[in-house]
């Protein structure tokens, strides 16, 4: 069984720039979450999907960033225009139960690493 | 507001040292403490938890008990080897929450 898998795996662009991060869970995994880890900082959750619809987005910074699971399955992460602050790594993780239910396990992908120069 | 602190790394052992990576939240109620753990070039992945007080999570030689009374919940191995090499995370989750609130990762590499 195919994990969560992101792309790209590192991405590096200038301040004003857009990019977009890409997230395909686990198949069957109606939950998808994103989280950030700036450097030096914790990991810190962004916005949680259920299906394609947003349960939770209280921990996306701004409006410069736009999510979408357009279907339900893959989720998108835009980073429109990206700022220095923007720069981290991404993780995106998934679950068939909801982290409050059973194991709270997540299975998270590798990471999408960040560079805004 | 919620938060996990973890002892600051990187920590470097010598194969079958005894391994403690500290661990301490703060947060109201009666959170789940979990450990994450992420090797060289793949995504974290869980690798105990604990989900009341006195509750003692283990795997892979790992183990952490649920101390609520000093709010900690400290990763422990008897005897590390080189594949334990990886950077270890501590965090919580609230009920009724969706949200892991993570401490900062705790690097850990053990030598030969």
Same mark, same amino acid.
């Given at each position: 069984e195919a994990g969560v898998t992101q792309f790209p795996s590192h991405s590096v662009i200038e301040k004003g720039q857009t990019v977009t991060l890409r997230c395909d869970p686990i198949? +069957?995994? %109606?939950n998808l979450y994103w989280y950030r880890r700036v450097m030096g900082k914790e990991i810190k959750f962004l916005l949680h999907f259920v299906k394609e619809s947003? !349960? =939770? #987005?209280? +921990?996306?910074?701004?409006?410069?960033f736009l999510a979408e699971r357009t279907g339900g399955t893959y989720s998108t992460l835009k980073v429109q225009? $990206? #700022?220095? #602050? =923007?720069?981290g790594v991404y993780f995106c993780a998934s679950s !068939? %139960?909801? *982290? +409050? $239910?059973? *194991?709270g396990e997540l299975f998270f992908g590798e990471g999408s690493r960040l560079t805004v120069l | 507001g919620n938060s996990v602190t973890q002892m600051e790394g990187p920590v470097t052992l010598s194969e079958e040292a005894f391994l403690t990576i500290n661990c301490t939240y703060t947060a109201t109620g009666y959170p789940s403490l979990f450990w994450y753990v992420q090797y060289p070039g793949e995504g974290l992945q869980l690798l105990l938890k604990a989900t009341k007080a006195d509750d003692k999570g283990s795997n892979k030689g790992f183990e952490a008990t649920y101390r609520k009374e000093t709010t900690s919940f400290h990763l422990e191995k008897g005897s590390v080897q080189v594949s334990d090499s990886a950077v270890y995370f501590c965090a919580l989750k609230k009920g009724g929450s969706e949200k892991l609130v993570f401490g900062k990762g705790t690097k850990l590499t053990v030598n030969p």
């Open positions: 198949s +069957g995994h %109606d947003k !349960q =939770d #987005e209280s +921990g996306m910074p701004n409006n410069r225009p $990206a #700022e220095l #602050e =923007d720069s !068939q %139960d909801r *982290t +409050g $239910a059973n *194991t | -």
